[in-house]
């Protein structure tokens, strides 16, 4: 099992960056496929990015692709979101999660998540 909890959300104007940062507890951590989901208001929570257990594959929404980089330190037990050029659009809780086996890019693959972590962008 895994405790997952993010920081590094905020407010930030467009085309400004941020980086989210996902501090987890438990020995086994590096044995987990790690995902970044973020929900909207009044919206269905969307994939955003995904690492595999090694950080040697990663995987991006199409929406994010190009301006979001996810990271892994599997000895500090952290996954990062490197987000760039945001957008207005991106604004929305951030959220953190974890699952057993290959990465993917659906959010109810993942078996662990944590509180979540707001990102605002004023245009």
């Known amino acids: 099992q895994v405790q997952l909890v993010e920081s590094g959300g905020g407010l930030v104007q467009a085309g400004g960056s941020l980086r989210l940062s996902c501090a987890a507890s438990?020995?086994?951590?590096?044995?987990?496929?790690m995902g970044w989901s973020r929900q909207a208001p009044g919206k269905e929570r969307e994939f955003v990015a995904a690492?595999?257990?090694?950080?040697?594959?990663?995987y991006y929404a199409d929406s994010v692709k190009g301006r979001f980089t996810i990271s892994r330190d599997n000895a500090k037990k952290t996954v990062y979101l490197q987000m760039n050029s945001l957008k207005p659009e991106d604004t929305a809780v951030y959220y953190c999660?974890?699952?057993?086996?290959?990465?993917?890019?659906?959010?109810?693959?993942?078996?662990?998540w944590g509180q979540g972590t707001q990102v605002t962008v004023s245009a």
């Open positions: 438990g020995r086994t951590f590096s044995s987990y496929a």
């Open positions: 690492i595999s257990w090694s950080g040697g594959n990663t």
């Open positions: 999660a974890a699952k057993t086996g290959f990465y993917s890019d659906y959010p109810v693959m993942y078996d662990y």
